[in-house]
């Protein structure tokens, strides 16, 4: 699994983390959110996520 970034506020999501802020435990992929994922520090659209380099 991949790490992505937001490229509007650069907020990395991590799955070995998961997401505190959602409630989203460790071991979820990113590719797994569903369409209408916002990111949860400036509510961007998933398609504004990009995989970290």
Do not use: N, Q
Not at 26 to 39: I, R, S, V
């Amino acid at each position: 699994m991949e790490r992505f970034v937001c490229t509007i506020c650069g907020h990395v999501y991590d799955p070995e983390r998961g997401e505190i802020r959602l409630d989203l435990a460790p071991g979820k992929d990113f590719a797994d959110f569903p369409g209408d994922y916002l990111c949860p520090v400036c509510f961007a659209g998933k398609s504004k996520f990009v995989k970290a380099g």
